[in-house]
């Protein structure tokens, strides 16, 4: 993942969309330090969404409600136009943010996709015609390092879904591994032994969301004996690296405890690795920690229908299962989020 070989030209994840490489750095540098700004009003939304949780909600359903009504501000300003918060919101809930379980799930979500990028064609017209010093959401961060003469509206409005869909889906897959995983591996009643941070770490190992990473090459190159020619695709799981019995210690077991000690980790790499590594991993990682952190807070967390075979659906996510969230008094309880 750090070889030269491997790291040529621009990343594949924004396709056609961004022309150099130098461009793909300044909006992920663009989005992550607005999000980060944005990480107080996080904290805030997410007091006020544990008061409206159900004591039993089916997850991940749930929890990708839960990441988006916590990050809605600062992926859209509530005075965006009208019609492109409810494009939005349909969105989300139509399965074009999140991926649609059922066939005829996805064939109406390609016409909802169509609608919001109308919308927020408009949406970025508008903003561009009225431009603000100060960001307000994702797409003024977009727009303050896309200038006008860069990219057309409608590129500007893929480019922003695009952003908005690589903030909320890895971190709402990821927080409902997290709770699976340790609701599973710790049936007692007591409290989680593993700080919050711990719990995260390990879901992120032991069920990283992306499967594979790849990359095009652009010259012949070798590695581990075999030769890949120019336009061939390279592509390394994190899944099969964070597995690996010669680099990790027992790593087919959910032990959050190993993040204590250095002894028994292997290649980590659940945001990638080397210079094409997610430029927000490090807030991902605050994010999820923090909301783990509320959903534990006072409370005993079970699960029932629980099932550790991914569903691959842009990446691995959980199938669904039942959380069970009952308040637990006389005590701090569940509130062990050091990180």
């Known amino acids: 993942m750090r070889s030269p070989e491997y790291n040529t030209g621009k990343s594949g994840f924004f396709g056609e969309l961004l022309p150099t490489r130098q461009a793909q750095v300044e909006v992920g540098h663009a989005v992550r330090n607005f999000v980060r700004t944005g990480l107080p009003r996080h904290r805030t939304e997410l007091t006020r969404a544990m008061t409206e949780l159900p004591v039993v909600s089916r997850w991940p359903a749930a929890g990708n409600m839960l990441v988006h009504r916590c990050l809605d501000g600062p992926l859209l300003h509530p005075d965006s136009l009208a019609t492109t918060r409810e494009r939005v919101r349909q969105a989300v809930r139509g399965g074009v943010v999140f991926h649609a379980p059922h066939t005829w799930q996805r064939a109406w979500a390609e016409t909802l996709r169509a609608r919001l990028l109308t919308a927020l064609t408009e949406e970025v017209r508008h903003r561009r015609q009225q431009p603000v010093d100060e960001p307000r959401d994702v797409l003024d961060a977009l727009l303050g390092v896309c200038p006008r003469t860069d990219m057309a509206d409608r590129s500007m409005a893929e480019l922003y879904l695009m952003m908005y869909r690589a903030i909320v889906v890895p971190v709402s897959a990821s927080l409902a591994w997290s709770v699976l995983l340790a609701c ?115 409370a005993r967390l079970t699960v029932t229908d629980g099932d550790l075979r991914a569903v691959m659906a842009e990446g691995n996510v959980p199938r669904p299962f039942t959380l069970h969230r009952a308040p637990r008094h006389g005590g701090p309880g569940h509130d062990t989020g050091r990180r």
């Open 184 to 298: 599973l591996h710790h049936t007692a009643d007591s409290p989680w032994p593993w700080p919050a941070g711990q719990i995260v770490r390990e879901a992120l190992r032991h069920r990283p969301v992306p499967w594979l990473l790849g990359r095009t090459v652009s010259r012949t190159v070798e590695f581990g004996g075999v030769v890949f020619r120019p336009g061939d695709l390279l592509s390394v799981s994190p899944y099969l690296m964070h597995h690996q019995t010669d680099r990790w210690t027992d790593p087919d077991a959910f032990r959050p405890e190993r993040w204590d000690t250095s002894g028994q980790h292997g290649s980590y790499m659940p945001f990638g690795a080397g210079p094409y590594i997610c430029v927000g991993a490090a807030v991902a990682q605050t994010l999820l920690t923090e909301s783990l952190t509320a959903l534990m807070r006072d």
